[in-house]
């Protein structure tokens, strides 16, 4: 059985940090094959891919509106995903989700964790 669980969601002031982690299982071609990706949503709007980190040469994505601010990594022993997420705007509170990719970070999830609150509040 595949599990994706967030976790490291909660309230922070702007200028704030925070540190999210994905902790999966299960995964069929076994972690270390997947393109992870951190994908966000707030309220009223769409989703939106934030990052993502292909194993093949650690190759990284940012969206426009997180590039210098946020950071992906990824441990495979461990089979987690992090997120650290500096220097956070009211903008940035949404429901953040992780989810497992194909080989290459494409946009696309397809499996899925439950999601975690992330609040910036002034």
């Known amino acids: 059985q595949v599990k994706m669980m967030e976790s490291g969601g909660g309230l922070v002031q702007p200028g704030g940090s925070l540190r999210l982690s994905c902790a999966t299982s299960?995964?069929?071609?076994?972690?270390?094959?997947?393109?992870i990706g951190w994908f966000r949503q707030a309220p009223g709007k769409e989703r939106e891919g934030v990052a993502c980190?292909?194993?093949?040469?650690?190759?990284?994505r940012y969206h426009d509106s997180v590039k210098g601010r946020f950071t992906i990594s990824r441990d495979n022993a461990k089979e987690t995903v992090y997120l650290q997420m500096d220097n956070l705007t009211p903008e940035d509170t949404a429901v953040y989700f992780c989810?497992?990719?194909?080989?290459?970070?494409?946009?696309?999830?397809?499996?899925w964790g439950q999601g975690t609150q992330v609040t910036v509040y002034s």
């Open positions: 989810a497992q990719e194909g080989y290459y970070c494409s946009g696309y999830g397809r499996r």
């Open positions: 299960g995964l069929p071609l076994g972690f270390g094959y997947y393109a």
């Open positions: 980190m292909e194993t093949s040469g650690g190759t990284t």
